[in-house]
């Protein structure tokens, strides 16, 4: 496992629709069938030793996410990255 684990966001506890890259979520997991914590790991691990832009195309190649799924995943952990 990566060296920092992200976090998958809880749901607004307002009810209001998530901002940003989590926005995907829902829909990432309603299209692939998986929870997005998985996705969120994959992309961790890969990120411990490929730049964004191969770790997209990895998961577009090799798992079949769609472009904006694929980046909205490897944008989320970057950025919980960035604020630990």
Request: proline share 10%; glycine share 8%; aromatic share 8%.
């Given at each position: ?8 966001p809880?749901p ?6 998530p901002k940003?890259?989590?926005?995907y979520?829902?829909s990432?997991?309603a299209t692939?069938?998986r929870?997005?914590?998985?996705w ?7 990120l411990d030793v490929d ?12 798992h079949?996410?769609?472009?904006g799924?694929?980046?909205a995943v490897?944008?989320?952990v970057k950025?919980?990255r960035a604020?630990?």
């Amino acid at each position: 496992m990566s060296r920092d684990r992200v976090l998958a966001p809880a749901p607004p506890a307002d009810g209001s629709r998530p901002k940003g890259p989590a926005s995907y979520f829902p829909s990432i997991e309603a299209t692939y069938g998986r929870p997005v914590q998985e996705w969120l790991d994959l992309a961790a691990d890969r990120l411990d030793v490929d730049p964004h832009m191969q770790v997209v195309a990895w998961l577009k190649a090799e798992h079949g996410l769609g472009h904006g799924h694929a980046n909205a995943v490897v944008a989320y952990v970057k950025a919980a990255r960035a604020a630990q």
